[in-house]
């Protein structure tokens, strides 16, 4: 029991960390030839800023699991039709656009979920020792 209270407070954690680390290589398109070196750095900072935001909530859902859960499943499912427009006005096809969707707001979904079931089997099993 103790392994898997171990495994599930660390899964969110880990999942959440390799999905910031995900969208933040699309800050990567900042740098482009012939545009000078600081336009290119500020460019890939202000892409940044939605990975920022992510590592806030993250320290924020390492500290209090239910509301950082909470979060994760709000940003995951309430960003989900503005990237899905976004990119269905790009390619013009739904396949390719609910694939993007999911592989960017799934697994803040997930984590949301998992943040907030480690949440409540700690205090569950808080309350029997």
């Known amino acids: 029991m103790k392994a898997s209270i171990s495994i599930l407070h660390w899964l969110p954690r880990i ?11 699309f800050a990567l398109d900042a740098f482009e030839p012939g ?3 600081w336009q290119q750095i500020g460019g890939f900072f202000m892409h ?6 992510l590592i806030l909530f993250l320290v924020i859902a390492w ?14 499912l309430g960003l989900l039709p503005f990237i899905y427009m976004m990119n269905y006005q790009m390619n013009h096809s ?10 960017i707001n799934l697994p803040f979904v997930v984590v949301g979920v998992l943040f907030i079931l480690s949440h409540f089997i700690k205090n569950k099993n808080s309350k029997k020792l």
């Open 15 to 25: 999942i959440c960390i390799l999905a910031i680390l995900f969208v933040s290589m």
């Open 35 to 37: 545009m000078p070196l």
């Open 48 to 53: 940044l800023i939605p990975s920022f935001m």
């Open 63 to 76: 500290k209090w699991e239910l509301i950082g859960g909470i979060m994760f499943v709000i940003i995951g």
């Open 94 to 103: 739904v396949w390719m656009s609910i694939s993007v969707v999911l592989l």
